[in-house]
């Protein structure tokens, strides 16, 4: 809690006042008390997939930073859309780029150069436009949800924790706030400070403002152990043509005949070129804690974790310490003839005591 107090306390301060000043009209009532009715009235407000909004177009620019929190490359992030079939994303880094069109006829399309997209890249998209993840994710089948108030100041803060329920379910009733995704709201409007999930990763959301009545963060910044991992900011926000040239893909861009297949683990564990090995938790040595961690993981294109989700767990500390390490794993592009496709695959993380 101590952890998730002290990185809300800088989120307050980065994210409160912006809001307040593009916000100052809005209307002002307290949140619903049922965790779940907060998260739907929130989700209604980060939809930019309505087929009700008009066709828009969004740049902002992204600066990456290496392991010890020290600037290295520079890059653009647009997105034009103008449906919930026809839709482009485009990723610029020096010499390299990535762009993936989605058309009318609900094919899928891609060009790529240079070096492929890195994990905190790849998420930036969700980050300003889906921050809140999928609704499925919160169904009561599959996930509880935990809700806390965090005193900040004479503010109370509600922080909602989707937990997954899984097999060993009991022993992760009491976890630690922030271990799994957690989002954090103002207290009178639904909109979003920020998220944590795994103990490790945080994302603080700044100067909000409202787009087609959708809130939108202009300002995202992605801090892992403590660290920048990356910070971005939007400067364009514009309507566009429904039937803007930016939306048809050109003639050699490449046409996976599936978006995602489903790989067996043994054989993605032979294609896995790199990436840190978890480490063991001392709170799960202490509790004598051991057991295999199972992961459903998206890896894309360019062979980097691209998603994560927990199916089991047999103890919350060694989660924390397998997602870590598996969201920078590596892997050599999964071929399916002959064009690189991305690859929905299960990992399991084993943890084992010695003597």
């Known amino acids: 809690m101590r952890a998730l107090r002290s990185w809300f306390s800088a989120l307050y301060f980065l994210s409160v006042a912006p809001y307040c000043a593009a916000q100052s009209a809005a209307p002002h009532a307290e949140l619903p008390k049922d965790p779940k009715a907060v998260l739907a009235m929130a989700a209604k407000r980060y939809d930019f997939n309505d087929p009700s909004l008009k066709p828009w177009h969004l740049k902002a620019t992204y600066q990456l930073y290496d392991e010890n929190g020290n600037p290295t490359e520079q890059g653009t992030f647009e997105y034009w859309w103008a449906s919930p079939l026809v839709y482009r994303s485009t990723w610029t880094r020096g010499a390299s780029s990535y762009t993936e069109w989605h058309t009318a006829d609900g ?87 920020g998220e944590t999930s795994f103990g ?15 809130y939108l963060a202009k300002s995202v910044n992605e801090v892992e152990n403590g660290k920048k991992v990356l910070t971005a900011s939007v400067e364009t926000i514009e309507g566009m043509s429904p039937t803007d040239s930016a939306l048809v893909p050109p003639p050699d861009a490449k046409k996976p005949p599936v978006e995602a297949v489903q790989v067996d683990q043994k ?48 103890f919350p500390s060694l989660v924390q310490s397998a997602m870590w390490a598996v969201s920078h794993w590596e892997y050599k592009p999964y071929l399916l003839n002959g064009d690189p496709v991305a690859v929905e695959t299960t990992i399991k993380v084993t943890f084992r005591l010695g003597g």
């Open 267 to 314: 054989i993605m564990n032979a294609q896995r070129i790199g990436g840190p090995m978890p480490v063991y938790p001392q709170d799960a040595k202490n509790a004598r804690a051991e057991g295999t961690v199972t992961l459903k993981a998206l890896i894309g294109q360019d062979g980097r974790i691209h998603d994560l989700k927990v199916v089991t767990a047999p």
């Open 200 to 214: 490790a990763l945080q994302v603080l959301f700044g100067n909000q403002v409202l787009v087609q009545d959708r």
């Open 107 to 193: 094919k899928f399309a891609y060009l790529s150069t240079g070096s492929g997209l890195a994990f905190f890249e790849s998420r930036l998209k969700a980050e300003l436009l889906s921050p809140l993840g999928d609704a499925k994710d919160y169904d009561p089948a599959s996930s509880y949800l935990d809700k806390e108030e965090v005193k900040f100041g004479k503010v109370k803060v509600p922080c909602i924790m989707v937990v997954p329920k899984m097999p060993n379910h009991g022993q992760l009733l009491n976890v630690p706030l922030g271990l799994f995704p957690t989002y954090c709201f103002d207290p009178e409007v639904p909109v979003l400070f």
